[in-house]
């Protein structure tokens, strides 16, 4: 490992324990898109990273001298390729010791891919096939025949590595081949843990990325089970609204002015109308009006309706016989009153009479 990522005086907060989250303050953290859209990206993303260089010594320490065609992304700033050369990985030589012509990582990704054979790699990559073939048993590859007959078992332990607590993350493209067929790492861990071909499309229910843990996967039958299982949520009685009438309880029978308050459930609302029930009768009134004014007389019904409880009017309390007696009296002409208001003052009298004496 380089001096310089090893050197505690080179990781941000070096005087004090390095936090055991420190991966939470890492620049990347919730611009996994952008990430991943480009090496640039990345890197620019990398550069003003606070936590760059600790990132740098995890990914050094945990990949040792792997090859670059067996690490993925940008990891501390810096490419495979970058961290590789960082960490004194030798390509191999060419076998007469001259130099090697063609992209060698990509020959070895595609070995380690097992989907082609040397033949194949090399006419891919411009690689000779005597150096495809030494690259292959340098990297300790079975000969491509014997790749085809390799278990799902051995094939996710080849492509996966450890990751933190519990996961299990999956290394370099997203699927291999398995017996001549081609398949995603998720799929082929779930094969492996479940014992059977997953229903479907595999989900993480982790928020690891790469993470192949089958403990991690499920299928469109273990939704399914899921949620038959769980108990159904409680249903929410959705809020009803109302329309109100201020209503006289006495308007066919006694003295006016005993009001209620009358509530009718509002059952639907669109820009022009809002539709209300009234006395198990479907109507409605116009939306902008009473919204504008508060309430809206309906001729139909022949009420006035209110957007919001209305006060119920104060009762006043009947006059008494003597104080009626005394104004029947302030209204005669003879006390400066006149004919009308003493006949009025009169009539208000004897009916106070008749309802005392009823």
Known sequence: MSTLVSNPRSRPHADTDPATDWAALGACVGKLQDFHSSDTAAKALCAGCPVRFRCLDEALREEGTTPPGYRSDIRGGLTPSERAALSGYQRPAAPTGGRITGDMEQAERLLREGLLSNEKVSDATGVGRHTVSQLRRDLGLPTHADLRGTTPAERLAHR????????????????????????????????????????????????????????????????????????????????????????????????AGNYEIRRHPITKKTPQRISFTFMGKASYVDRQHIEAHGEAYHRRLRCLLYLAPPELPTRPEPASLQALRQAMADAHPDRGGTDTACMTAHTAYQEARRRASA
């Open 160 to 255: 996966t590595r450890p990751g933190p607590d519990d996961h299990l993350l999956w290394t370099g493209d997203e699927s291999t081949v398995v017996g001549g067929r081609r398949v995603k790492g998720v799929r082929l861990a779930f094969e492996v843990g479940h014992g059977r071909l997953p229903d479907g499309t595999v989900k993480r229910t982790c928020d690891v990325d790469n993470c192949v843990a089958w403990q991690h996967l499920t299928d469109r039958q273990l939704r399914d089970a899921q949620a038959a299982a769980a108990p159904p949520a409680p249903a929410v009685p959705a809020p009803v609204e109302y329309l109100y009438e201020l209503w006289d309880a006495n308007w066919d029978d006694g003295p």
